[in-house]
């Protein structure tokens, strides 16, 4: 009996620490990647603000490219609602929405995931001339985790993480929009 009490004690011993730790860690995490793009702001900006075209370049759109979509309203103007749904866990159920939209600078977006896990984040897609003919785009990504389960930012890489799959999805995104500009010539 004695041992088994001990056991006991020791769990709920580590399940109190786990509560003390996570209160010294942060709750919120942010992202961002990056990428050149040998195309004028417009044309990129005019790509990227549109949520279907993402179907084109995003890593998570092409883990699944059977999953269910619905769309709600019209595409590239604040208020249009992309969903998903699908089997894959590592992509899950959600929805993005477009929040904020500054002419040839920047897309904001709020996604709601729903599966796996309930949680929210903030992206952000910039676009920034750094040439006529040259683009940088900025793909960030914010959000937190609820105490007691931002512990687990102890032990998760985010960095590399979401954003190894943000810069596959940045390198897609320059492939699609330079290659436009190949078969236009």
Not at 88 to 106: A, C, P, R, S
Not at 107 to 135: C, L, W, Y
Request: with cysteine; hydrophobic share 40%.
């Amino acid at each position: 009996m004695s041992i088994v009490l001990g056991i006991l004690g020791i769990i709920a011993a580590l399940i109190i620490l786990v509560f003390i730790i996570a209160i010294f860690v942060k709750c919120d995490y942010s992202v961002q990647r990056e990428v050149s793009i040998n195309r004028d702001v417009t044309a990129v900006y005019d790509y990227v603000k549109y949520l279907k075209n993402q179907d084109n370049y995003s890593k998570w759109v092409m883990m699944d490219p059977n999953m269910q979509k619905d769309y709600y309203g019209t595409d590239g103007t604040i208020g249009f609602r992309s969903a998903w749904d699908s089997k894959d866990k590592n992509v899950g159920k959600g929805e993005q929405e477009i929040t904020g939209l500054t002419e040839n600078q920047t897309v904001d977006t709020r996604i709601h995931f729903i599966k796996p896990f309930e949680g929210f984040a903030n992206a952000q897609m910039s676009t920034i001339s750094t040439d006529p003919n040259q683009t940088l785009v900025r793909w960030a990504f914010d959000s937190k985790m609820k105490y007691p389960m931002n512990f687990m930012l102890l032990f998760l890489n985010m960095e590399k993480m979401v954003g190894g799959d943000l810069q596959i999805g940045l390198n897609n995104l320059k492939n699609v929009l330079e290659n436009q500009t190949n078969e236009s010539n």
